[in-house]
């Protein structure tokens, strides 16, 4: 590459990034499957001196192959004028091939080392090798830099080079410029001016959809696709695009325009899939926007689309946190008619749903049916239960879930038993609460302190009571006072 600057020091226009020390964790020290060859010339680069690499390179009696090169240059992103150097001697030895060209018009450019990269495409064109991608490679250097109006200049000039300018070079610029933080109004800007002359496809509108889309322009979005909708109709081709307005939407929380659009996609056949439903479910969860998460499940359910037990998951939790207990019902019925079974997350979300707003009743009878389907209450919302059943004057109940969490060898069983005592001492059973508190003790159940003043202002409210305690008392400190 006779042409590309070999000067280390020349000045550039846009100050290089800082170029890590050899003992900086190199790239080809850190990739695996590098093979030796290319180790070894790594190596050589990131340890000498740039004025002494061609002096070193000439005594290693190294033949790269085209291979050899391709990973030399792909490990050598961070050394871009020892790469250069790398690239000349082994285009002396074999000619390069059009993949290493473009890997070095890519490392130059990366590097914003951008007249060297000119040098080298002028080399590229001479040798006939030059090609969309290697201008594809300086768009995305370009805008990296922030350099949007010289990505555009090197758009204008390419005819020059003999590279036609079509519609995939206008969308790679497009795409370019579009990556980049707030640029999609630029992006737009050249799309006017460009769209006279080569007519826009589906990726040219999807493009510039999801930079609107990152960006959150609602307006913006709406224009562009009703500029779509025109130029290249409806098809199924472009759903990335609807796709990417759908989320402008949602995240706008314009849900009844989205829900008006998911309407026409669907008389176009082209209604997205349950990737975009996934997602705007997920941002309204997020949200918690139970609303319009249940208007957006409603077009996805009657669109015919089976959500997955992760969705039905998340709209339950939604659900079940804002005490739309009856809502998160139906969608347990509905979900086993479409052959999505609940699991243990499911119930426990209702059976915590339940709990926390004292459904009695409900709290009971849906325990039963957890248990009959395999799927029990987790350890705290047995707690809690017990807790809420107590407080609500159900105390059979409570017992009922005490008396399975000891059948089944639920553990550690320490939070409910304590919680268990404290409810039978508020009812003033004491008998049971002693008989109860000595089972745990045969169990090995830890007993609070706290649960144990409860007991003893409990008890010592009948004479006949205190002996009682006292015995309670001596044992409970043998065993966990010792």
Request: aromatic share 10%; net charge neutral.
């Amino acid at each position: 590459m006779d042409t590309v600057s070999e000067n280390p020091n020349k000045p550039q226009k846009i100050k290089q990034p800082t170029i890590p020390k050899p003992n900086e964790f190199p790239s080809h020290l850190t990739t695996p499957n590098v093979s030796p060859t290319a180790r070894a010339l790594c190596d050589l680069l990131t340890r000498t001196s740039p004025l002494e690499i061609e002096t070193a390179l000439q005594s290693s009696n190294v033949h790269p192959s085209a291979d050899c090169v391709i990973e030399v240059i792909k490990l050598s992103y961070n050394y871009p004028h020892s790469a250069v150097k790398f690239f000349r001697w082994a285009g002396r030895l074999s000619r390069h091939s059009a993949y290493s060209w473009n890997l070095m018009v890519d490392l130059l450019g990366k590097n914003q080392l951008f007249e060297p990269m000119w040098d080298a495409i002028r080399s590229m064109k001479q040798e006939c090798v030059l090609s969309l991608p290697t201008f594809v490679s300086v768009f995305e250097s370009y805008c990296t830099a922030g350099r949007f109006s010289e990505a555009i200049m090197s758009f204008d000039v390419m005819d020059r080079y003999g590279i036609k300018e079509d519609v995939v070079a206008v969308n790679s610029l497009i795409s370019a410029m579009c990556r980049e933080e707030n640029q999609t109004c630029a992006a737009l800007d050249f799309f006017e001016r460009i769209k006279g002359k080569i007519a826009p496809d589906g990726d040219t509108f999807a493009i510039l959809l999801e930079g609107w889309e990152k960006e959150g322009n609602a307006a913006k979005a709406k224009s562009t696709l009703g500029e779509m909708v025109v130029r290249v109709g409806w098809s199924q081709m472009n759903r990335s695009g609807y796709d990417a307005f759908l989320m402008t939407l949602v995240r706008a929380l314009q849900i009844d325009e989205a829900v008006k659009f998911l309407k026409v996609m669907k008389d176009h056949n082209c209604f997205p899939g349950l990737k975009f439903f996934t997602n705007a479910l997920d941002i309204l969860i997020k949200r918690n926007d139970v609303v319009n998460a249940i208007s957006m499940w409603d077009v996805m359910a009657g669109s015919g689309l089976v959500p997955n037990l992760i969705m039905y998951n998340a709209l339950i939790g939604l659900l079940c946190n804002n005490a739309e207990i009856d809502y998160a019902f139906r969608l347990l019925d509905e979900m086993v008619l479409q052959g999505t079974f609940p699991d243990s997350l499911t119930y426990n979300m209702i059976f915590e749903c339940l709990v926390r707003n004292k459904k009695v009743r409900e709290t009971e009878r849906f325990f039963v049916e957890m248990i009959k389907n395999e799927l029990p209450p987790t350890l705290s919302n047995c707690t809690a239960a017990i807790k809420m059943l107590f407080d609500c004057d159900d105390p059979e109940t409570a017992y009922e879930i005490w008396t399975y969490m000891v059948e089944n060898h639920v553990k550690p069983l320490d939070e409910s038993a304590n919680a268990l005592l404290v409810g039978l001492c508020k009812l003033g059973r004491l008998s049971e609460t002693r008989r109860t508190a000595e089972d745990m003790m045969d169990r090995r159940i830890k007993i609070y302190e706290s649960t144990m003043e409860r007991l003893k202002y409990a008890f010592h409210k009948s004479r006949s009571g205190r002996d009682k305690y006292d015995s309670l008392s001596r044992r409970w400190k043998a065993q966990f006072k010792s």
